[in-house]
């Protein structure tokens, strides 16, 4: 797995996010993420991506299964407490 911590993400939206953490989990990979405003700036507003590898291309999905997302969640979190 790539260390991505620190870079910055763009959405089909057109959304920039900055990957603050990483894990794999299952088999797959996902970022802890912040939404960056209109000036590149960090935000408040926080999501968890997964990555999938799919015909050569590398797609970056919001999560919003509730159980996947509490486990994550749980996981960052205690990475967070554990480093502070």
């Known amino acids: 797995m790539e260390n991505k911590i620190a870079k910055i993400i763009n959405l089909s939206n057109n959304q ?3 990957i603050m953490d990483q894990c794999n989990y299952d088999n797959k990979c996902y970022f ?3 939404l960056l405003d209109e000036n ?3 935000t408040e507003k926080f999501s968890i991506l997964e990555e ?3 015909d050569n ?3 970056v ?3 919003k299964d509730q159980q996947l997302l ?3 969640t749980n ?3 205690n990475r967070i407490e554990n480093d502070i």
């Open 70 to 72: 509490d486990s994550l």
């Open 40 to 42: 590149g700036n960090l």
């Open 57 to 59: 291309k590398t797609i």
């Open 52 to 54: 999938i590898h799919q």
């Open 16 to 18: 920039k996010y900055m």
């Open 61 to 63: 999905t919001i999560v």
């Open 75 to 77: 996981y960052f979190k």
């Open 32 to 34: 802890f993420v912040s």
